[in-house]
């Protein structure tokens, strides 16, 4: 038996329909212009290690980089967490930190699970799909976070067609980096 060589791009797919569904359903503003350019940059950066593997100390680094795009750029921050009836607050420079260690800590997490047929995408699908329904369910239909769920919903749902076992396609680094950054975009605009 031999192995069937299996394309890496499918993440490519992912972010052009995420694109188009930005383009047409979206609302301009700061936060999103600051998403775009750190999911360019998340997206470049999974593509290049998908062709030729990136050293992780690089990758590192430009999640670093795109994390705090949307911190300091977008000025999306986690200023408090509110957990077991423990309020903990975080002032302004340790906001900026532990932003950006979530969003990658995220990140990482996904492209973690990225190993199995589907399985990254179908999570990724149920916490989209998830986010939209408590939203409809709670009348906020009209804000940026739910607006992203639904357009990754149906982003990832296209893809997990050609994805669930057997796979026709993977989604690689460009595709489960990408679907960490926005599922922590999206948990942070919920705050």
Known sequence: CFMVPMPRMGGLAIFLSFMLGYMLYARESTVML????????????????DINSIHARYKFIVQIIAAAT????????LNYVSFLGLNMYFPAPFNYIITI??????????????????LAAGISSIYFITIAIIAFILNQMGGLD???SLIMAGATLGFLVHN????????????????????????LLGF
């Open 101 to 118: 260690f979530f969003m990658v800590a995220i990140m990482n997490a996904i492209n973690l699970i990225d190993g199995l047929d589907g």
């Open 34 to 49: 600051s998403v775009l350019m750190g999911s360019f940059l998340i997206v470049i950066c999974g593509m290049l290690d």
């Open 164 to 187: 669930f076992p057997p796979a026709s396609i993977f989604m690689g680094d460009s595709g489960s980096l990408f679907l960490g950054y926005i599922i922590s975009v999206i948990a």
């Open 70 to 77: 949307v911190c300091i750029y977008g000025n999306l921050t």
């Open 146 to 148: 739910v607006i992203l």
